[in-house]
């Protein structure tokens, strides 16, 4: 069984842990950057960004979650944890962990649509997913290695770059539990190709 950490410093974590118990897999939840080496994917909650960052800064985890990412183990952020992923934040001189090449604007679907849901198709993953925006980011531009997997009006809600996976909603807060289990089967994946090459 693999073994999902999620970051717990803010935001949508007993959430996030339900979802990944609901498929099968177990669901830690990180308080202490030691905790990352027991296992083998990473989910970036749903919360507040600019808090997330000022604890994670406090608790000296900015570079064990780069070095995580760069293991080549998988990570996905959802809303706060898509933008902790970009590398590029609009009217922001600095990103964070700059995981991913792409640019996203915060709060993006404006104050009138501070909270909605929308079905979308999901490459790879459904055809009529129910998403909740709250608050919601999306991304404004990828680079060449990034792979679109849904949109809403246009807009990129959810892409794929390698072993990183980002949502501009918050797959864990229904019961559709289909985005949370293709996550798991990225890090299915990516501990096979780690026994295989050992
Ligand atoms: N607007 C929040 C931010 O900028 C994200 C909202 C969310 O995670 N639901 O961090």
Redesign the pocket.
Known sequence: MVRIGVLGLQ??IREHIRSVEARGAEGIVIKHKEQLEEVDGLIL????????RRLIDKYDFLKPLIDFGKQGKPIFG????L?LLADEIVGKDNAHLRLMDMKVE??AFGRQRESFEAELEIKGVAKDFEAVF????YVVEVGPEVEVIATYKDKIVAAKQGHYLCSAF?PELTDDHRLTGYFIEMVEKANQTVTQGS
């Open positions: 935001g949508a909650p749903g919360g507040e960004s600019t808090t997330m959802t809303c706060a944890g933008i915060r709060n709250i608050r919601a980011p918050h």
